[in-house]
């Protein structure tokens, strides 16, 4: 992971300092791109601990179409409560003094998890974050993306349209008002020598706490939609616009550039003929050795 802690460096060394919708503040480089090739190993970040099931878990919701956290908080995946939280403060008129990330707000925040997990009707009402990627994936104005891009690389692998988007214009107030419109926006597949290649394009991307899952999810999608369309795997792109740390990352920046990343790991997972059979069952990661987790709050 080696083009991953060059990034790292590069933005505090060239980074320009901006402000930001979060009012936390960045250092921001625009237009990186870091290649991975996926016969080297599983690439999951290894000088800081990433929650792989966390992973896996959002890409299955993703893949289903799914857009409610019901089903992330049941499995103890917490990376997006926070966007519909603060909508359901705002609804409700609780946000008024409730200052982000103390101890009220944390406090307020888990009650929030355990009656999305508890209630069924609160979930449907307060947990759904818009139309956001599942939706877009499995239904952007009638175009089950997902579906026709695997049955146009097995009927016509040489395509040069092999393109999923999750940018939907029409939508993005409506994902505004629930959450957050979708930072990996666009990604496309391309196959030459009997390998799949996949090409990631991330309009904005937190480095520290965001990029990790980014790069492991895509991967791991890439894995899959080889599988199911009989391809080896080939490379991972990441391309990325606004690529930043936030101001209130660099200690735990500085932390992890001082650790020496370990070997990568490897995944294995069970061939299946279509891609939405697949279940958190049929992954096993193996040999994922790590420094300890580093702790940053999110930016919401």
């Known amino acids: 992971m ?21 009012g936390t503040g960045t250092i921001s480089i625009f237009g990186h791109q870091m290649r991975f090739d996926l016969n080297d190993g599983f690439p999951l970040v290894t000088t800081k601990k990433v929650n792989f099931n966390a992973i896996l878990h ?4 993703f893949i289903k179409g799914e857009t409610n956290i019901e089903y992330l908080v049941k499995n103890n995946v917490n990376i997006w409560n926070e966007w519909p939280f603060q909508s359901w403060l705002e609804k409700t008129n609780q946000i008024e003094g409730l200052a982000m ?16 997990k508890k209630d069924n009707s609160f979930a449907k009402e307060y947990g759904d974050l818009g139309p956001v990627y599942g939706k877009q994936w499995r239904d ?36 505004i008002r629930s959450g957050l419109p979708p930072c990996h926006t666009l990604f496309q597949f391309y196959v030459a020598n009997g390998k799949l290649s996949c090409q990631l394009y991330q309009r904005s991307a937190d480095v ?8 492991a999810s895509y991967a791991l999608l890439t894995c899959m939609i080889a599988s199911v369309t009989d ?18 990352h660099l200690d735990q920046v500085d932390e992890q550039l001082s650790r020496e990343p370990h070997k990568l790991p490897k995944i294995e997972i069970n061939k299946k003929d279509v891609l939405f059979d697949y279940t ?8 994922y050795n790590s420094h300890p987790f580093i702790s940053a709050p999110i930016a919401v």
């Open 140 to 175: 952007f104005e009638g175009v089950d993306q997902l579906s026709q891009v695997i049955e146009d690389l097995k009927n016509s692998p040489n395509s040069r349209r092999h393109i999923v988007s999750a940018w939907n214009p029409k939508e993005i107030p409506t994902m």
């Open 2 to 22: 080696e083009q991953y802690l060059n990034l790292l460096t590069e933005i505090k060394s060239k980074g320009t300092k901006k402000e930001d919708r979060t």
């Open 280 to 287: 958190f069952e049929d992954f096993k990661l193996v040999d």
């Open 101 to 116: 990330h103390s101890k009220e707000w944390k406090e307020k925040l888990q009650e929030f998890v355990d009656l999305v």
């Open 208 to 215: 520290f706490l965001g990029v990790p899952y980014n790069i």
């Open 231 to 248: 391809l080896e795997v080939g490379e991972f792109v990441h391309s990325l616009g606004d690529t930043h740390i936030y101001l209130n």
């Open 58 to 61: 959002e890409l299955l919701w």
